[in-house]
């Protein structure tokens, strides 16, 4: 783990020692932590790292690499014992009051900690309490390094050079850990290529904090990291992959109004808006997308629709507090079964609530959002992989279907960082449905009605301007060419023919996608664990725990919100010995979603909202709490994170 002061280089850092550690073919995963001030207020970022594939983070670090007091003060307590800190002997005086980035609760916390072991409520007593519980202490004198590095490169201005601690600190960690500094070269170059100078001032003052650090290891560090053989990965974050995804699946209209944590993902789009094509066409053909930053999210999603009704695929991508915003244009495609996609990252609510944390709160919302009925599809992905992927699916569905649909992912998966193995642009076919491409409608086909109706509710979608299809958009309810119409049969009519395509959906969607189920190694699972969303990862790994003690457990992954696969969750649940729901929210609201569908209430819940992701550990320690005395229908509220 590192930390720092916000906007000090704490992400660079730790995506700089993931990229080392995939380069030298390590499977990583990274928790980003931050909030909401753009700068000054404490960040930090876990990686976790090793040789078979990881998909979530633990409770507790082997090694704390900090480069200011306040890292130190806040999570030195997490460092295991034979772990390590990395920290500057200067910061040994600090007094923990005078940080006042720190909250107050959490100075008081710390405070009673160190007086009931009769420690000074300073950096040396975090220090000594540390030492206590046998974490190793290494000191590095950065300030003398970067002013060592600045007299070998020739600068004179300490204040150019003294940016570089971050990766002072990751240099450190790799003496300690065993691993090639050459690995940290190459990553260095690919996050800063082109920038000669950076490069070499990096490299210089990497060097001597690795040396430093040899010359404090009398005895091997306790955890070591060697490489592997080297496999073709990718190191995402979470909103990349949706970005990649996007574009991938022929994305070429992207809205969005500011907000996080999904303005990263359009960023990264826009940062790659000219690409090269390799769809069979010709060699050397190029590909664009335009990404507009709209004055509020009512025009976002607005926008991204009328781009839709031309023909365009058109996404729009924001958070809670901008999806509800948007509802009012969402029901306005809903009625003129537009296809607009909306990527909706959940965090903390309601109202601005916990904008930099993570939470899956908004499930039931998304399912009804708007006032009165519509179809729309909602797709919950839950890790990288599937982000990708279903970035591509959620346009399919969407087109085929002739509805908003609706991409459902939370701040843990995007701002999570992962090695995943390489992706396919053909794994996923582009299917653009009822779509009308012929351009013209021939002499004597008559009026044509775009809202025709149909066994399967889906009717020959026409665009914007096709020569002999002209048809009427409005917010009322209409006839089958789109001219209002009240007409009560009618209305009987039109909705029975938007909600029927629900049912469509419902059949042809294949069930691979619509859920996941982890069988137990054993012939009879002990438990069935249920969940959505970025809780896979966690969930997975803590299997692989309970699994090394004999319990048997499967997992039932929902990812089709609506349409409910009913009769196959139903189906897998009926069986159950003992079901527990696991999810980031108050209330269980996936369980919600089940109990109203398939009539089965699952009483034990694993729940987490206090704005921090789940970890492997709290799910692992959960699950034995519940099947500890299986006969109590319990609620375990897990707290852990700073």
């Known amino acids: 783990m590192t930390g720092g002061p916000?906007?000090?280089?704490?992400?660079?850092?730790?995506?700089?020692?993931?990229?080392?550690?995939?380069?030298?073919?390590?499977?990583?995963?990274?928790?980003?932590?931050?909030?909401?001030?753009?700068?000054?207020?404490?960040?930090?970022?876990?990686v976790r790292v090793n040789s078979e594939r990881i998909r979530s983070h633990v409770n507790n670090v082997n090694l704390l690499a900090t480069f200011d007091a306040e890292t130190l003060i806040r999570h030195a307590d997490e460092v295991n014992p034979g772990g390590g800190i990395l920290y500057d002997p200067s910061f040994s005086a600090v007094e923990i009051d005078k940080v006042d980035t720190i909250e107050t609760p959490a100075v008081l916390r710390i405070k009673a900690r160190l007086a009931k072991q009769g420690l000074p409520a300073t950096v040396a007593g975090i220090l000594d309490e540390a030492k206590r519980r046998n974490v190793n202490l290494y000191p590095i004198p950065y300030s003398d390094i970067i002013a060592k590095t600045a007299a070998q490169i020739g600068e004179h201005q300490l204040s150019k050079v003294s940016r570089i601690i971050n990766v002072l600190s990751v240099s450190a960690s790799f003496a300690l850990l065993g691993f090639d500094l050459n690995y940290l070269d190459q990553s260095l170059e690919r996050t800063f290529g082109g920038k000669k100078k950076v490069i070499e001032m990096n490299e210089i003052g990497a060097r001597m904090a690795y040396d430093t650090a040899k010359g404090l290891t009398k005895q091997p560090f306790p955890y070591q990291v060697k490489p592997v053989q080297n496999q073709s990965r990718l190191l995402l974050m979470g909103n990349e992959a949706v970005a990649l995804?996007?574009?991938?699946?022929?994305?070429?209209?992207?809205?969005?109004?500011?907000?996080?944590?999904?303005?990263?993902?359009?960023?990264?789009?826009?940062?790659?808006?000219?690409?090269?094509?390799?769809?069979?066409?010709?060699?050397?053909?190029?590909?664009?997308?335009?990404?507009?930053?709209?004055?509020?999210?009512?025009?976002?999603?607005?926008?991204?629709?009328?781009?839709?009704?031309?023909?365009?695929?058109?996404?729009?991508?924001?958070?809670?507090?901008?999806?509800?915003?948007?509802?009012?244009?969402?029901?306005?495609?809903?009625?003129?079964?537009?296809?607009?996609?909306?990527?909706?990252?959940?965090?903390?609510?309601?109202?601005?609530?916990?904008?930099?944390?993570?939470?899956?709160?908004?499930?039931?919302?998304?399912?009804?959002?708007?006032?009165?009925?519509?179809?729309?599809?909602?797709?919950?992905?839950?890790?990288?992989?599937?982000?990708?992927?279903?970035?591509?699916?959620?346009?399919?569905?969407?087109?085929?279907?002739?509805?908003?649909?609706?991409?459902?992912?939370?701040?843990?998966?995007?701002?999570?960082?992962?090695?995943?193995?390489?992706?396919?642009?053909?794994?996923?076919?582009?299917?653009?449905?009822?779509?009308?491409?012929?351009?013209?409608?021939?002499?004597?086909?008559?009026?044509?009605?775009?809202?025709?109706?149909?066994?399967?509710?889906?009717?020959?979608?026409?665009?914007?301007?096709?020569?002999?299809?002209?048809?009427?958009?409005?917010?009322?309810?209409?006839?089958?060419?789109?001219?209002?119409?009240?007409?009560?049969?009618?209305?009987?009519?039109?909705?029975?023919?938007?909600?029927?395509?629900?049912?469509?959906?419902?059949?042809?969607?294949?069930?691979?996608?619509?859920?996941?189920?982890?069988?137990?190694?054993?012939?009879?699972?002990?438990?069935?664990?249920?969940?959505?969303?970025?809780?896979?990862?966690?969930?997975?790994d803590a299997i692989r725990m309970l699994e090394k003690e004999g319990i048997g457990v499967e997992f039932l992954q929902i990812r089709l919100a609506s349409p409910?696969?009913?009769?196959?969750?139903?189906?897998?649940?009926?069986?159950?010995k003992l079901a527990i729901d696991i999810e980031q929210n108050y209330s269980g609201q996936m369980a919600a979603v089940i109990a109203e569908k398939t009539m089965i209430d699952i009483k034990n819940k694993i729940v987490k909202f206090n704005g921090r992701p789940m970890s492997q550990d709290e799910i692992y320690q959960g699950v034995k709490q519940i099947i500890s005395n299986p006969s109590q229908n319990k609620r375990v509220m897990l707290t852990h994170g700073a």
């Open 6 to 46: 916000q906007g000090s280089g704490v992400d660079s850092s730790a995506n700089i020692f993931a990229g080392a550690c995939a380069i030298g073919g390590l499977w990583t995963f990274g928790l980003r932590e931050y909030y909401s001030s753009i700068k000054g207020p404490h960040s930090y970022f876990e």
């Open 564 to 576: 409910f696969p009913t009769e196959s969750v139903r189906e897998k649940l009926a069986g159950a």
């Open 245 to 540: 995804g996007k574009i991938v699946g022929g994305c070429r209209v992207q809205t969005y109004y500011p907000i996080t944590p999904a303005a990263d993902e359009s960023e990264f789009i826009e940062s790659h808006e000219n690409f090269d094509l390799s769809d069979g066409g010709e060699p050397g053909k190029k590909g664009s997308i335009l990404v507009t930053q709209t004055e509020d999210e009512i025009a976002a999603i607005t926008m991204a629709t009328g781009a839709a009704l031309t023909g365009v695929r058109a996404a729009t991508s924001t958070s809670g507090p901008g999806f509800s915003l948007m509802v009012e244009g969402l029901g306005w495609a809903g009625i003129n079964e537009v296809p607009v996609v909306i990527t909706q990252y959940s965090r903390g609510g309601p109202s601005t609530g916990q904008p930099t944390r993570h939470e899956q709160g908004d499930l039931k919302f998304v399912l009804s959002a708007s006032h009165g009925e519509f179809p729309r599809i909602v797709l919950c992905s839950g890790d990288l992989e599937e982000c990708f992927y279903d970035a591509i699916r959620i346009f399919n569905y969407a087109e085929r279907y002739q509805m908003p649909a609706i991409h459902l992912i939370d701040k843990s998966l995007a701002n999570s960082s992962a090695t995943i193995p390489q992706l396919r642009s053909d794994m996923v076919p582009i299917q653009r449905g009822k779509l009308i491409n012929d351009g013209h409608q021939s002499e004597g086909k008559g009026e044509y009605h775009r809202f025709a109706f149909s066994d399967d509710g889906v009717s020959p979608r026409a665009v914007l301007g096709m020569p002999g299809y002209r048809f009427w958009n409005s917010g009322d309810e209409h006839d089958t060419i789109g001219h209002i119409e009240e007409d009560p049969d009618n209305r009987i009519k039109m909705m029975t023919k938007r909600m029927t395509k629900l049912e469509t959906a419902a059949h042809e969607i294949p069930e691979e996608e619509k859920f996941n189920f982890f069988r137990s190694s054993k012939k009879q699972a002990d438990v069935t664990l249920v969940s959505w969303g970025s809780t896979k990862g966690p969930i997975l």
